[in-house]
């Protein structure tokens, strides 16, 4: 077939949501079973029950024959007065048309509201930035909305001057602006043993990218008076009732990167996401970018915490269990096509994702359409950037053929994304953070998406 005239493919959307409420809490009772083929089931027959969003488009398709009535008849909005300016609300809001475009919260990873998880919709993103309000959520034990006016900052520990900010005071010094990735460390934990959820809002929708606005951590542990050379470690401490407290490493810190930050891509902190003040970490673990942040120790070891101890640890096959593993590993996911969509025509597709390193700069992304046999190389839209998510995009023609999508990522140190297969024989399949292993998406003969594992 001539290149122009290759059929463009059309994508269904996946369906949004496939639990509700009780929904939810059977999956979870289940869950505390361990049945994970439970799970797995549940998604399946909600999935099939769901009403299934429409292409972009198809809801008014243009005629085979004569004209199209959406050109040759002006619509309202060519012909009228539109709404004032912020008449119907003074902070923006998405179109009517993508309210179906939301964050969804966990279907059973945790019991309640207030300590739970929201995945943000990889799928309907474009870019590398997550709006703010579709930003993904981990709570321990609830939001909070706290008056600036009264947050307090500290600074103590192995320091000559232990300090105390206000918010004013903090804001009053000098800013840097970065954009990153944070994830998450149980992204992609459900499907360690095997497939468990359907769509890639519910297997990778823990990480999202922002811009964050604020000051490098080490300015104020200079005003203070930090001893740098004795002080190897930082303990920092949020202000919500789970008193959450993570250990940095002060070679993280004095490399600048580490930011006691305020702004988000271009305004405040959302108090989902740590208003009025919270750490940035890059590349590590999204546990240690606490919010609420109220203090930072200096010490010369470090906390074993009861987050650093007990949870966010990494179960090794021989039953020793890995701690102190923060940094996220290279990674990628395709969004489109993925699990939950559906190809409408044979013909041209954009495979598109997002791949990410904790370690740097994404250098390359490849992808198969074949489980892995044959890979080709993905082109990566810029900015490429340090510790922070990179589109990729590769052009495809679907025969209308079994096809199995995947991508392989491999960031600036020469570190490659591994396959289930080689995690596996390292990890075993008994852990929960840290999943970055290959996914494979497989396309069927009716088009319809869905998430498989290859052994």
């Known amino acids: 077939m001539k290149e122009d005239h290759i059929p463009s493919g059309r994508v269904l959307k996946a369906p949004e949501t496939f639990l509700s409420q009780e929904g939810i809490r059977t999956v979870f009772a289940e869950g505390k079973k361990g049945r994970r083929d439970f799970i797995r089931n549940a998604f399946a027959a909600a999935a099939a029950g769901a009403a299934m969003p429409m292409a972009m488009g198809q809801g008014n398709p243009v005629p085979t024959e004569g004209g199209d009535p959406n050109i040759l008849n002006l619509p309202e909005h060519a012909t009228g007065l539109g709404q004032g300016v912020a008449s119907d609300n003074g902070y923006g809001k998405p179109s009517k048309f993508e309210t179906n475009v939301q964050r969804r919260q966990s279907p059973g990873l945790t019991q309640t509201t207030q300590a739970s998880v929201s995945f943000a919709p990889l799928q309907s993103l474009f870019g590398i930035v997550t709006p703010s309000g579709l930003h993904f959520e981990r709570h321990h034990q609830g939001w909070w909305d706290i008056d600036p006016s009264k947050h307090r900052f500290m600074v103590n520990g192995m320091v000559k001057k232990p300090m105390v900010f206000t918010m004013d005071e903090i804001m009053r010094l000098p800013s840097v602006s970065r954009f990153h990735f944070i994830e998450c460390g149980a992204n992609t934990a459900v499907d360690w043993g095997n497939v468990a959820v359907p769509t890639v809002q519910y297997t990778h929708g823990m990480v999202s990218c922002s811009e964050f606005t604020g000051v490098p951590l080490i300015t104020l542990l200079e005003l203070a008076g930090a001893d740098l050379k004795n002080g190897k470690f930082v303990l920092a401490e949020g202000g919500d009732g789970s008193s959450m407290t993570r250990t940095i490493p002060m070679s993280l810190i004095t490399s600048g990167e580490v930011l006691v930050a305020y702004g988000q891509n271009g305004e405040m902190l959302r108090p989902e996401n740590g ?181």
């Open 275 to 455: 208003y009025p003040l919270r750490l940035v970490v890059p590349g590590v673990q999204g546990v240690s970018w606490v919010k609420y942040l109220r203090r930072v120790e200096v010490g010369d070891m470090p906390w074993a915490a009861k987050d650093e101890a007990i949870h966010y640890i990494d179960l090794q096959p021989d039953g020793l269990h890995r701690q102190y593993s923060s940094i996220q590993e290279c990674k990628s996911v395709v969004t489109t096509p993925s699990g939950g969509q559906v190809l409408l025509d044979k013909g041209f597709y954009n495979i598109t994702g997002l791949a990410w390193s904790g370690k740097g700069k994404i250098k390359r992304v490849d992808v198969s359409v074949d489980g892995g046999r044959n890979w080709r190389q993905a082109r990566l839209e810029t900015p490429v950037l340090s510790k922070c998510l990179t589109r990729f995009n590769l052009d495809w023609v679907w025969d209308g053929k079994p096809a199995i999508i995947q991508s392989r990522a491999q960031d600036e140190t020469g570190y490659v994304q591994p396959t289930y297969k080689q995690l596996r024989a390292v990890r075993g399949t008994r852990s929960i953070y840290h999943n970055n292993a290959i996914q494979s998406w497989l396309v069927q003969e009716n088009g319809e998406v869905k998430n498989v594992q290859l052994s």
